[in-house]
């Protein structure tokens, strides 16, 4: 575990990456999903969660992993192996709730605090981890790739767009993918005017995950307040929506398809990241809240 100037370092080494990715074109975010699903610790089985989801994936895809199944070092050596000589760790965070006032935390006799005083605050740890790939020594369980059909894929993209609670009004037969907030509205178009299927439910999910920054949904003040194209607020909330979607995408078994992106919005997102070294992460935050509230479920907090 590392400190959290490390973690404030993480900040940086993310954002860095995901700019130059930009530069050249490719989105992040955008990337296929693995058909053995999502980056998964192999040792506790637990799936990743918020941004590290998309950088593992995205880490996977890079070095050209055949699956987003990782492990920590520590892991790695209780299994009897260890991490070959030479490769490098990726880093990932998650918060923690730990509690203050207690005697880990207050000078002095632990006895004297009053137990009003102790409260619970959220504090982001760092670790790294190995791709399986990456280790020597460790046998572990074949992975099989997704077998859904076609049918099965669109099926479950329906299903997520049936069961989402409070849901907008929808219209299907739109002129273009869009939101409308006064009348908490998603407009998109028929089908058939997409070039593929993935494309048509990223769209419809992009525009879903704008209708939950709603007041009566989780009152993203993105969404309530207006904003200026290509403002800060503006970006982190395309980003918000582009990481619903993906999230959305990669849970129904869609295996999406690289979008182009006009040049305004790659620049206003540069422009926003440079400014503020944690949006992506806030994004990822956000989005991850998004998604939960369309697929209506709850996830208890996490650890590697």
Not at 43 to 65: A, I, P, Q
Not at 106 to 112: F, K, N, R, Y
Not at 114 to 140: H, L, W
Request: with cysteine; proline share 4%; hydrophobic share 35%.
């Amino acid at each position: 575990m590392e400190t959290y100037k490390n973690f404030k370092d993480t900040y940086q080494e993310v954002t860095d990456a995901v700019i130059e990715q930009l530069k050249k074109g490719n989105i992040v975010w955008r990337c296929s999903w693995n058909e053995t699903g999502f980056p998964t610790n192999v040792t506790t089985g637990v799936s990743y969660r918020g941004w590290n989801v998309f950088w593992l994936n995205f880490h996977t895809m890079l070095k050209g992993y055949q699956t987003p199944r990782y492990i920590t070092f520590k892991q790695a050596q209780h299994l009897g192996g260890t991490i070959r000589k030479g490769e490098s760790g990726v880093k990932i965070v998650y918060w923690a709730s730990i509690k203050t006032g207690t005697a880990e935390d207050v000078a002095g006799d632990p006895l004297s605090i009053d137990e009003a005083s102790v409260r619970s605050r959220m504090v982001p740890k760092v670790y790294t981890v190995f791709n399986v790939e990456q280790t020597e020594g460790v046998e572990f369980p074949e992975v099989l790739g997704s077998n859904h059909t076609t049918i099965g894929k669109i099926e479950a993209c329906e299903e997520v767009i049936r069961n989402m609670p409070n849901p907008p009004a929808l219209n299907l037969q739109g002129q273009y993918p869009v939101y409308y907030p006064l009348r908490d509205e998603v407009s998109v178009p028929d089908k058939q005017n997409f070039n593929s299927c993935e494309e048509y439910y990223c769209a419809l999910y992009h525009e879903l995950a704008h209708s939950t920054g709603h007041q009566k949904r989780l009152g993203r003040k993105e969404i309530i307040e207006p904003n200026k194209f290509g403002s800060e607020p503006y970006s982190r909330e395309e980003l918000t929506a582009e990481l619903t979607a993906a999230f959305l995408c990669g849970i129904t078994g869609v295996g999406q398809q690289t979008l182009e992106n006009s040049a305004a919005y790659l620049q206003g997102w540069l422009k926003a990241l440079k400014n503020d070294k944690s949006l992506i992460l806030k994004a990822a935050g956000q989005a991850q809240k998004a998604a939960d509230y369309i697929l209506n479920v709850q996830y208890e907090q996490r650890t590697t």
